[in-house]
């Protein structure tokens, strides 16, 4: 199975500050690689997928990057709705695996 | 709007067996897989299964595979979670997602369920 390696496991930030969330994958995926964002009470939300396009409704402060085995979600200028947790999922090959998250927290 | 309502959880006895299911409106459920994706408490992600659109094919992890089984009625526009010989290691809260139409052909969720909890204890 690829294993998806996701750090940091925490970061905390302030609203108007850029961020970064790295995604590695134990071996290439090509640029099959979603990323999704998870709120307390709502269902999970698509955000990015083959590794760069927003999912429609996906603000534009958000971004990624990368391919092979490094990806990155960037989010720039945070709003007060971003402080929530973050999972990468890759989709090359069965088993689809998730990182273990990401908490961005206030600072 | 994209509706996916899970039901069926609740606290069952290791061994024993419960079906969920997953109600689906607002788009057309048989045009797309389905799939089940847990959350053990405190955990990550999991995968559990997909489906295709007429059920004919059917994908597992390892860590499910002969104890679990996906199923679909199209007419119903309903998803279902047939899970038998539970463990400790399977509570978790159980989440329906939609398969994207586009990608790889194990693809990514562009909807997802609010979650069901499943709690397997004596």
């Known amino acids: 199975d690829v294993q998806m390696t996701q750090s940091p496991s925490y970061l905390a930030a302030s609203p108007g500050e850029s961020v970064s969330i790295s995604c590695k994958a134990s071996?290439?995926?090509?640029?099959?690689l979603a990323w999704y964002q998870e709120k307390p009470g709502k269902a999970n939300k698509l955000l990015i997928y083959s590794g760069s396009t927003l999912q429609s409704g996906t603000p534009s402060r958000f971004s990624g990057s990368g391919s092979g085995t490094d990806f990155t979600l960037t989010i720039r200028s945070l709003e007060p709705e971003d402080f929530t947790v973050y999972y990468c999922?890759?989709?090359?090959?069965?088993?689809?695996?998730f990182g273990a998250g990401t908490k961005l927290e206030l600072k | 709007e994209v509706q996916l309502v899970e039901s069926g959880g609740g606290l069952v006895q290791p061994g024993r067996s419960l079906k969920l299911s997953c109600a689906a409106s607002g788009f057309t459920f048989s045009n797309y897989y389905m799939a089940w994706v847990r959350q053990a408490p405190k955990k990550g992600l999991e995968w559990v299964a997909t489906i295709s659109t007429s059920g004919s094919r059917t994908y597992y992890p390892d860590s499910v595979k002969g104890r679990f089984t996906i199923s679909r009625d199209n007419a119903k526009s309903s998803l279902y979670l047939q899970m038998n010989s539970l463990k400790s290691e399977d509570t978790a809260t159980y989440y329906c997602a939609r398969r994207t139409n586009y990608g790889s052909y194990v693809g990514f969720f562009d909807y997802w369920g609010q979650g069901v909890m499943v709690t397997v204890s004596s």
């Open positions: 999922q890759h989709y090359n090959e069965y088993p689809p695996t």
């Open positions: 071996k290439s995926i090509s640029t099959y």
